[in-house]
């Protein structure tokens, strides 16, 4: 199913929206490099219990970005998670109008990531502009070096390692997402209602594959295996 913009008359999506891509240009001004874009609230019950009708879209920079095997510090963080995603890297720009399989022909490669988000304040119908804003919570993305041409996920294997042990396989990582091609028209659709363009070189991270999995105070390191394209891994501090 295609994602509708019918949530862009939503007041507070609006708002929240117009305050995120704000302090993004603001940050980009500053001398940031941009790194991409994220979906948020994507699953069906979460769009659901919030009167989504389509993913939430933030921004990524390269900041934020970590290298695979490395530390991220959870210090201070409220209800740290850590969410197995799928990320796309566009081969050229996609303007506002596009269709799934337009997105989907602008698509270079994906490549299994994880994202880092402090889940707070938890997400209402109330507080979606101060969720947008915030910019969904995002705080650090591992994206592996290993790549697959395209856009299809068709053959691929999502596993999710936590303490050593495989705590999660989906042989469907759109089964909550939704379609990636999909995702990806959203994101350029989207950008294009509040004067943005998804560029080429833009990364993508599509959504998580699980229900976000919280991170307890004791927790080491996990990864996320998309095979067969290759593995990404973070390890944790509280220092």
């Known amino acids: 199913m295609s994602f509708t913009l019918r949530d862009l008359d939503n007041p507070l999506i609006k708002k929240g929206m117009t305050a995120q891509l704000a302090a993004r240009r603001a940050r980009v001004a500053a001398g940031e490099k941009p790194l991409g874009w994220k979906v948020g609230m994507g699953a069906p019950a979460s769009m659901q219990k919030l009167g989504l009708a389509a993913p939430l879209v933030g921004y990524l920079m390269q900041r934020a970005l970590l290298l695979s095997g490395g530390t991220a510090s959870l210090k201070g963080w409220t209800r740290p998670v850590a969410e197995p995603e799928i990320g796309v890297r566009m081969a ?50 591992l994206l592996c070096g290993n790549t697959r041409a395209g856009g299809s996920v068709a053959g691929l294997t999502s596993r999710l390692i936590r303490r050593g042990a495989e705590a999660n396989r989906s042989t469907d990582p759109e089964a909550l997402t939704g379609k990636l091609a999909d995702i990806v028209a959203h994101v350029a659709n989207t950008l294009a209602a509040f004067g943005e363009k998804l560029a080429a070189g833009d990364v993508i991270i599509t959504g998580s594959i699980t229900p976000p999995l919280m991170l307890e105070p004791n927790e080491t390191e996990l990864a996320h295996a998309l095979d067969p394209i290759g593995e990404v891994s973070v390890h944790f501090t509280g220092e």
């Open 92 to 141: 050229r720009d996609l303007p506002g109008g596009a269709t799934p399989e337009a997105a989907l022909a602008a698509v270079k490669e994906i490549l299994p990531a994880i994202e880092l988000a402090d889940l707070d304040p938890v997400p209402t119908v109330d507080n979606l502009d101060a969720v947008l804003a915030g910019d969904i919570y995002q705080r650090h993305v």
